[in-house]
């Protein structure tokens, strides 16, 4: 075997084991991903014993591609008087005082090449339970569903097929907020509920 030939075999040894290691399952699937956190927050607590709404913390998930993860800041608003003691308390006060973000470690993540836009799911009226499972009673959040390709688009396919509507937006339009204070009529369209008709092209969410 020739010295080139040597090398390419090389090569291709390298990219497989790079490839081995660098996926511990199938391509977007890390259904049961659940890493440990550098402060120990648990949303049984808060969204479920104390019903506080996702998008309290989430402020993006209505209104922007991203949901968000809340700055510090945002816990400190409760936590200046509640729990100021907790051990766990004192590392988010720290981080504040030190105007650092905390390094939460990722949960769920969808490959580079797909699009996916919460404020269109949210603005649909999905639970956030639909993909992210029964959150309000997680204390350690966990990857429930697989997150495939197949997966969302047997959602959308069964969606347009139910002929299910949104409902009506909870975010004001353009206009909206000047024409209720100076009693003009609300801008058009008015607010009527639509009719839910998921994409299932590829370009609608590889782009």
Request: charged share 15%; aromatic share 4%.
């Amino acid at each position: 075997m020739s010295r080139a030939s040597f090398r390419r075999l090389g090569q291709a040894g390298a990219l497989l084991a790079l490839g081995l290691g660098g996926c511990s399952g199938p391509v977007n699937n890390q259904q049961g991903h659940m890493p440990a956190q550098p402060v120990a927050f648990s949303h049984a607590v808060h969204a479920g014993q104390y019903e506080l709404d996702c998008q309290y913390c989430h402020v993006g998930a209505e209104q922007s591609r991203h949901a968000g993860v809340p700055s510090a800041s945002v816990c400190m608003n409760c936590h200046t008087q509640v729990k100021k003691d907790s051990p766990e308390i004192q590392k988010v006060a720290a981080a504040v005082a030190a105007n650092a973000p905390i390094q939460w470690v990722r949960v769920h993540r969808l490959p580079d090449h797909a699009f996916f836009n919460h404020a269109s799911h949210v603005t649909a009226g999905l639970k956030c339970q639909t993909c992210h499972g029964a959150v309000e009673q997680m204390v350690r959040v966990e990857q429930v569903e697989p997150m495939t390709m197949g997966w969302c688009l047997d959602c959308h396919r069964k969606t347009g097929a139910q002929g299910l509507t949104a409902p009506i937006a909870s975010v004001p339009r353009k206009g909206e907020l000047l024409a209720l204070m100076s009693g003009e009529p609300l801008p058009e369209p008015s607010k009527t509920p639509r009719t839910l008709q998921p994409p299932s092209d590829c370009s609608s969410c590889h782009r």
